[in-house]
């Protein structure tokens, strides 16, 4: 006969312990969360041997009254929540009361704290659950917890703890996503006694630079947007700064680091149209919603959330982090002082003077000063030397052009040093921009072919034509039937005219074909679109005048996604001067 028994508190822990407590970095995160909650100012990590010898959590903040210390390890107590109400509008990082639980059922726990005001701290002990009475100590303020020999009682389950150094990355990652959130206070890590981390209080951005590198700091954009009760901040790469993996992504719900499906898809769509596919982007996002609208209550660890508009919430993340990704080059504002590949632009649409000219030195792709006066305005006689300052001032972003490379690179001159442009991969992202912006406005113009092109086509392309003609006009093409197995092209779109009529025909209708019309309006219009864009761009071994150069260049600097064509590879690339000095020894 089966016996319904109700479990001792012990076992209750310890089986808890196994959804909240997995490896030393769960304990850690419980710990942390409890001191961000305190109103620390400082916070100090310490462990051993991965944590599992030790691992110990010290804060500054108001500390908890001697009474309540014993309370403080009692399963389900809480200061933070009181009611269903406060549950559905917490705003604290911790509320359940079971993690001090579920650590001290199985650790040897020792808890110290002195209140703000109070003469002397005090402490309590437990040793897998049995907890003792309560002793004075020493402490300056705060609380202090400290976590001896994890899972010690629990054997089976400490047989699943990996390595020591696995388990020490694993809390060095869970250190690092408290201390992103937080700027404002100060955070130490310490591992076997070897300092690992130092990070002062200060703004979001410095503390960005700090955990997540310089170079996710330059090869990021800042953002800021609001709607209604919704704001998103803080920092994403541009798409020259991708990783193949997800190993630098934050993202913060009111201050809580989530993994999120929604959330993903969202930033996945956003980086969709300038990402290689086998890329990921970097960020460090925060949004903020009130409290009510979404429920953290979803999962043991609380990584998980459920929005009560996730609809809302997933098109506001989409449309700020595409529109922070799709600023011109020439009015992109960074997250911090600009990397040479990537410099601070000004303003699309101004003029510039003429570019450096070397007088000695007969390029054959110099040109006479008045030609760019002609193309970009004059600031002043290009024969004349500019002073330095001025130079950088009057030189665009993406300098001037000097030449090509193989017929296949671009070449030009900034005020960094040399820029180097895949011509091909940059008219493919300024021709399929455009593109975009005529079809959303329903504004693709045709250009009539003086002799019509006609090849031979299945029935299935045939038909194609024949039933969605509206569609293929709306994309700027007049395709028309010659006989069940002939098609002519009359017209393309008046921005692809230099590209194969045949090609373009046979890919829009296998488009349309595949997907129906509003399939491709709405979900594959972009691919679309990018396929079009790749036939009407320039060619490799197409040689340009300079002026067709520089054209391309005040087109990229003025266009959305420049950075990338259309299959997420770099358009543009910079060399710095020092970097060439450094080829050339020069000054060594």
């Known amino acids: 006969m089966t016996t319904i028994r109700v479990l001792p508190d012990l076992l209750i822990n310890q089986i808890a312990a196994g959804e909240v407590v997995e490896r030393p970095a769960s304990a850690l995160k419980e710990l942390l969360e409890n001191s961000v909650d305190a109103a620390s100012g400082e916070i100090s990590v310490t462990l051993a041997q991965g944590g599992i ?32 109400d406060d549950l559905e509008a917490v705003s604290s990082l911790g509320f359940r009361g079971e993690a001090l639980a579920s650590i001290a059922a199985v650790s040897r726990l020792t808890l110290v704290s002195r209140r703000r005001g109070e003469r002397h701290a005090w402490k309590v002990e437990a040793a897998g659950g049995d907890i003792a009475g309560l002793q004075p100590a020493a402490l300056e303020s705060g609380t202090a917890v400290d976590v001896q020999d994890l899972y010690f009682n629990t054997p089976a389950r400490r047989k699943f703890l990996k390595s020591e150094a ?60 609001r709607a209604g009760n919704l704001r998103l901040w803080g920092m994403a790469s541009l798409p020259g700064f991708s990783r193949g993996g997800r190993d630098a992504q934050y993202f913060y719900v009111n201050g809580r680091f989530v993994r999120d499906k929604l959330i993903s898809h969202a930033l996945r769509e956003a980086y969709r149209d300038v990402l290689h596919h086998d890329r990921h982007p970097a960020f460090a996002l925060f949004l903020e919603i009130e409290p009510e609208g979404v429920d953290v209550n979803v999962h043991p660890t609380k990584i998980e959330v459920r929005f009560r508009e996730s609809r809302a919430v997933h098109q506001f993340i989409f449309h700020a982090v595409t529109k922070a990704l799709a600023a011109p080059i020439g009015t992109r504002h960074g997250a911090a002082e600009p990397a040479p590949a990537a410099p601070r632009l000004p303003q699309a649409g101004v003029s510039y003077g003429a570019p450096p000219r070397q007088a000695q030195m007969p390029l054959g792709v110099e040109q006479r000063g008045d030609l760019y006066a002609n193309l970009f305005g004059r600031l002043g006689k290009p024969e004349e030397a500019a002073p330095e300052n001025e130079a950088d001032e009057t030189i ?41 912006t005529a079809f959303d406005r329903q504004e693709v113009a045709m250009q009539a072919l003086l002799v019509p092109v006609s090849f031979h086509a299945g029935a299935l392309d045939a038909a194609a034509a024949e039933e969605h003609r509206d569609a293929l006009a709306a994309l700027g093409f007049d395709i028309a039937a010659l006989s069940p197995t002939t098609l002519s092209v009359r017209a393309l779109p008046a921005l692809l005219q230099e590209a194969d009529p045949v090609l373009l025909a046979r890919d829009v209708l296998k488009a349309l074909r595949e997907s129906g019309a ?31 150069m520089n054209a391309l260049l005040r087109e990229m600097e003025a266009t959305e996604r420049a950075d990338q064509c259309n299959h997420g590879r770099p358009t543009w690339r910079q060399i710095s001067m020092d970097e060439l000095d450094k080829l050339f020894m020069r000054g060594k």
């Open 396 to 436: 665009p972003p993406l300098g001037f052009a000097l030449g090509q490379l193989h017929g296949v690179y671009v070449l030009a001159q900034n005020a960094a040093g040399l820029i180097v442009v895949d011509m091909h991969a940059a008219h493919e992202r300024v021709t399929y921009e455009k593109l975009k």
């Open 166 to 225: 696995t388990e020490y990355g694993h809390c060095e990652e869970m250190f690092r996503r408290i201390a992103l959130s937080r700027a404002d206070i100060g955070f130490a890590l310490q591992h076997n006694g070897r300092g690992v981390w130092q990070l002062p209080a200060g703004g979001p951005e410095r503390r960005a630079a700090l955990l997540l590198g310089e170079d996710f700091s330059r090869a990021s954009v800042s953002l800021d947007e």
């Open 53 to 84: 010898k030790q691992l110990r959590v010290a804060d500054d903040g108001i500390g908890i009254v001697a009474e309540q210390l014993p309370l403080a390890l009692a399963r389900h107590a809480t200061s933070k929540i009181a009611s269903l």
């Open 518 to 548: 509003g399939q491709v309006v709405a979900e594959r219009r972009n691919e679309l679109l990018a396929t079009l864009a790749c036939h009407g761009s320039v060619r490799a071994n197409r040689r340009l005048t300079v002026p067709e």
